[in-house]
């Protein structure tokens, strides 16, 4: 079955202004937009390198009153090509349908209202529009996108619409009604419904942006003009677009991914909804220097923005779906310092941030993953800088560790800001990264042994036992948890799930029976809970240090739960991993995973799952995260049980029952699993 757009719909998720709530956000692969927590109102509308930062405009008064302080609840229902908002007031069914037409700088909002109360209704409504528009390619590479506050405003009332222009850019953001109006000022535009019993009313709202006024004028009238096929003819776009991410030869990507059937609709939902939180990201912008990109977090943060972590969590959606972006990707990243930042902004093509330490790993695993689906062998030759090649590149990274070794044998990672930025103990020599150079070294090994270069595979070979040893040094032994240690030698206890899942991901094969045994034992009795977890134990000394619950004792990052189910399957715990499913896909009832969510012994839950985190501070998470695609890492290499192997042979060990996955792309041949096994595509 490949989905359409019905499929991922949220709940219906109602809240008001004193909410813990982090409303729903939108892309058209150009820009994005948030819905404020209001019937109407919008913030963070960026199509870069158009930008109003996260400033509002929309807002909905009613009767003279904005409507947030009447703190009425309002239904939000997110759809990957719309958010619906609905709330009945005084007799008076409103809804709101919020859209970004694909293809064009535009916001779209029907707003429609019926009277059912039985008598005849009049209300004045009007709706405060702001403008801060900037035309800016330099400032995108920062937290929060560019904005101005030096902009001019017109009224053009043949148009029913504000014009907000920037007196230091050529910046244009057109806002305008449909139909009847009573006024317009300043703070916005005022209309006055009259509703007959059972009657019903539409009109539209536009935001429009461009460089020049005629511009915006002239794609609104076109907009008028066919407003009433503008939402169907969104639906239609965004079907068109998930079904081509499953079609080989018709295809918006340089690969596909595979259907998933399967009767656990738990399963089904994580698979299908971690696909969307990649797709979600892809920006095609015509500004961007490095062409198709895919940002890390919206509708927010960082919003031309991609960090290394991230894509590499998502990995194997990327190396099926869009092979040659992420070789391009690979590439433009061995052509940075890699040791100065922590990503890449697609406007300038240049690096952001501060180091992460994740990142040698991360690379190593990229192109491991890069040619674990194409074979793409050949590449390890090519040079992207003119001078070093790739396999230059990969072996640096592989021996990178090197760098940072201390005298105990181990490689020191740095300060908190490299690591998880939030948990104050997980500094310097850690042990998931020191597994992750074992697990670096032994792929290094396999790959050149595989090249037919034995002597570099022996070197590699014979570097990691010693790294495994002294490895042992930071486990607390029968608790299952590790210790990190510091400059002055002292060892700290951190009872922390990344240590968790990479060390069982990376080297599980090395750690003996008892000691999965002990880890298992600690994420559950610690980490776990039934929808979500925790990603630093309750009982850590670190707890009181922050309150963000990506990493911290509140909640967890999206790939934690997806990366600690491959865990449990790599312990032989499909039974424990399975039973958690359903828990974890009722934290999808509020659409693509968030950069957090709170786990739910702590939190309300929302629509029956962990609720998302809010992008306020002190928690600084934003509405979802492309981190998702690790869930379809779960599915495909965890409860699929998909191997495969350099010399080009594939396998499946599905550890579900009758779960069938159609169209594998793998070496340039497709294969499907069936419950007959998996076999080649004639």
């Given at each position: ?8 719909k949220?709940?219906k ?17 150009l ?24 400033s ?17 609840p ?5 759809m990957p ?22 293809s064009?700088n535009?916001l ?24 801060g ?25 043949s ?10 850019s ?8 449909s ?5 317009i ?14 009657v ?17 004028q ?16 969104n639906?239609?776009?965004?079907n ?48 961007s220097?490095?062409g ?6 919206m509708?927010r ?5 991609t ?19 992420m070789?391009k ?22 690096p ?6 994740i990142n ?20 390890l ?16 990274y ?8 201390s005298?105990?044998?181990?490689a020191?990672?740095g ?9 104050s ?25 595989f ?12 570097s ?8 042992k040094?930071l ?11 510091q ?13 968790f899942?990479?060390?069982i ?5 090395l750690?003996d029976?008892?000691?999965k ?7 559950v ?11 630093l134990?309750e009982s ?22 997806s ?15 399975i ?9 999808a ?6 950069q957090?969510h ?5 939190m ?12 306020e ?11 998702n695609g ?28 009758g ?15 069936t419950?007959?096994?998996l076999?080649?595509?004639?």
């Amino acid at each position: 079955m490949i989905p359409k757009v019905e499929f991922f719909k949220s709940s219906k998720l109602r809240h008001d202004i004193n909410s813990h709530f982090n409303p729903p956000g939108l892309t058209n692969f150009l820009g994005v937009a948030q819905v404020d927590n209001d019937l109407t109102g919008v913030r963070g509308l960026n199509f870069p390198p158009f930008g109003t930062s996260l400033s509002r405009t929309c807002g909905f008064y009613l009767d003279g009153v904005y409507f947030p302080s009447k703190n009425i609840p309002i239904s939000f229902q997110w759809m990957p090509d719309r958010i619906i908002r609905e709330v009945e007031v005084e007799g008076i069914l409103f809804r709101t349908d919020t859209m970004l037409l694909d293809s064009e700088n535009v916001l779209l909002i029907r707003f429609k209202s019926k009277n059912i109360s039985g008598v005849k209704k009049e209300k004045k409504i009007k709706f405060q529009l702001n403008g801060g528009i900037t035309n800016n390619l330099k400032d995108w590479a920062n937290w929060i996108p560019p904005m101005s506050e030096n902009n001019s405003q017109d009224f053009d009332l043949s148009r029913n619409a504000i014009i907000f222009s920037d007196k230091n850019s050529n910046a244009i953001l057109l806002q305008s009604i449909s139909g009847e109006i009573d006024k317009i000022d300043r703070f916005g535009i005022q209309k006055t419904l009259r509703l007959d019993p059972g009657v019903e009313d539409e009109f539209y709202f536009f935001a429009i942006a461009a460089d020049n006024v005629s511009k915006t004028q002239m794609l609104h009238d076109k907009l008028v003009h066919k407003k009433n096929d503008l939402l169907s003819n969104n639906r239609r776009y965004w079907n068109d677009e998930i079904k081509s991410v499953f079609q080989k030869e018709n295809s918006n990507y340089s690969g596909s991914l595979p259907v998933l059937k399967t009767e656990n609709k738990s399963l089904e939902k994580l698979y299908y909804m971690g696909i969307m939180g990649v797709i979600y990201f892809k920006r095609d912008s015509p500004i961007s220097c490095i062409g198709r990109s895919y940002d890390t977090l919206m509708p927010r943060y960082w919003q031309t923005v991609t960090f290394m972590w991230d894509y590499y969590l998502s990995g194997t959606v990327h190396a099926l779906l869009d092979p040659l972006v992420m070789r391009k990707y690979l590439e433009t990243w061995m052509k940075m310092d890699m040791h100065t930042c922590f990503g890449l902004e697609y406007i300038s093509g240049k690096p952001v941030g501060n180091w992460y330490s994740i990142n040698d790993h991360a690379m190593v695993m990229m192109i491991k993953e890069y040619l674990r689906w194409t074979g793409d062998f050949q590449w390890l030759q090519t040079k992207p800088d003119g001078e070093k090649s790739v396999s230059e590149y990969f072996e640096g990274y592989v021996n990178n560790y090197k760098n940072f070794m201390s005298k105990n044998g181990l490689a020191d990672y740095g300060g908190i800001n490299n690591l998880l930025e939030c948990v104050s103990s997980y500094v310097h020599e850690v042990a998931s990264l020191n597994a992750a150079n074992i697990a670096n070294l032994r792929y290094a090994a396999d790959l050149y042994a595989f090249l037919g270069h034995e002597n570099k595979s022996k070197i590699f070979l014979k570097s990691y036992p010693s790294i495994f040893k002294n490895l042992k040094d930071l486990y607390v032994e029968g608790k299952g948890f590790w210790r990190a240690r510091q400059p002055n030698g002292s060892l700290l206890d951190v009872r922390h799930a990344y240590d968790f899942f990479t060390v069982i991901n990376t080297i599980g094969s090395l750690l003996d029976k008892q000691h999965k045994e002990e880890m298992v034992s600690f994420f559950v009795n610690e980490l776990k809970t039934d929808k979500w977890m925790r990603a630093l134990s309750e009982s850590d000394n670190d707890a009181m240090f922050s309150l963000r619950p990506d990493h911290q004792w509140n909640g967890a990052y999206p790939a934690w739960p997806s990366q600690s189910l491959i865990a449990l399957i790599n312990c032989g715990k499909k039974d424990l991993a399975i039973q958690w499913l359903d828990g974890l896909a009722e934290s999808a009832n509020q659409g693509p995973f968030g950069q957090a969510h709170f786990s739910e012994t702590i939190m309300k839950m929302d629509s029956d799952g962990a609720r998302k985190s809010s992008a306020e501070e002190p928690w600084i998470c934003d509405w979802t995260c492309s981190s998702n695609g690790n869930w379809v890492d779960a599915v495909i290499n965890g409860f699929a049980g998909i191997k495969t192997n350099l010399e080009g042979e594939i396998t499946a060990e599905p550890k579900i029952d009758g779960l069938e996955l159609f169209g594998i792309n793998y070496y340039g041949k497709e294969y499907d699993l069936t419950k007959k096994g998996l076999k080649r595509k004639n």
